[in-house]
């Protein structure tokens, strides 16, 4: 199972909106409404943005939301904050027969 | 309150074994999939394996026939045992919590394995 398409980078100022795409196949992004999103901080564990591709966890901004289009999620933050720097992963499920989940290769959020 | 603690990670030579403990709070293992994540030295992070809360067990391919997870429910805790470790198995090992398929809920703090001779 390959893994799913991130931009290595993306960047914004502040108050700004950005948006990650994350890219999959027919597999697993287009077969699933089970995409979720994970920010990570340098030596941290990773944290739970969105998952089943819109939902937010308890307690999560809604400054951050998700969509899902064919083999494509994304991830959109909009007023953007210096503490959103961070690496952000996409996941989708691919299937308990195949590999179970597939992470994305991560993208680096810088705030200018 | 939900707690995983991951242990058991430390320098090993390839070739050789290590297991690896995540002690769990809050919540029982065996009523959730619970899976292992690692993540190398400044690489992304990649799925290791998955214990179904029916017991089923899955692997990536690039751990297939070498690594084991497994559970102990009277100690609410996951396991994986890692065999004929090579020098690109070193990382980070979390284990996670799943809510639901792919949307690891819960995170421990991760343990390091290093690889090498």
């Known amino acids: 199972q390959s893994a799913l398409t991130q931009p290595a980078s993306v960047s914004g100022s502040p108050g700004q909106s950005i948006t990650i795409s994350c890219t999959g196949t027919s597999s697993d992004v287009g077969s699933y409404n089970l995409v979720s999103w994970y920010q990570q901080h340098p030596g941290k564990a990773p944290k739970l943005m969105i998952y089943e591709v819109s939902k937010r966890p308890s307690g999560v901004s809604n400054r951050f939301s998700g969509s899902k289009s064919g083999n494509t999620a994304s991830l959109t933050i909009s007023g953007l904050q210096a503490e959103d720097e961070a690496d952000y992963y996409c996941?989708?499920?691919?299937?308990?027969?195949?590999?179970?989940?597939?992470f994305g290769g991560g993208t680096k959020l810088t705030v200018l | 309150e939900v707690q995983l603690v991951e242990t058991g990670g430390g320098l090993i030579q390839p070739g050789g074994s290590l297991r690896l403990s995540c002690a769990a709070s809050?919540?029982?293992?065996?009523?959730?999939?619970m899976s292992w994540v690692r993540q190398a030295p400044g690489k992304g992070l990649e799925w290791v394996s998955v214990?179904?809360?029916?017991?089923?067990?899955y692997y990536a391919d690039s751990v297939k026939g070498r690594f084991t997870i497994s559970r102990d429910n009277s100690k609410n805790t996951l396991y994986l045992q890692m065999n004929s470790l090579r020098a690109e198995d070193t990382a980070v090992y979390y284990c996670?919590?799943?809510?639901?398929?792919?949307?690891?809920?819960?995170w421990g703090q991760g343990t390091l394995v290093t690889v090498s001779s």
């Open positions: 996941c989708s499920y691919a299937g308990s027969s195949t590999s179970h989940v597939v």
């Open positions: 809050g919540f029982t293992v065996s009523s959730n999939y």
């Open positions: 996670a919590m799943e809510g639901g398929a792919g949307a690891f809920d819960y």
């Open positions: 214990i179904y809360s029916g017991g089923s067990t």
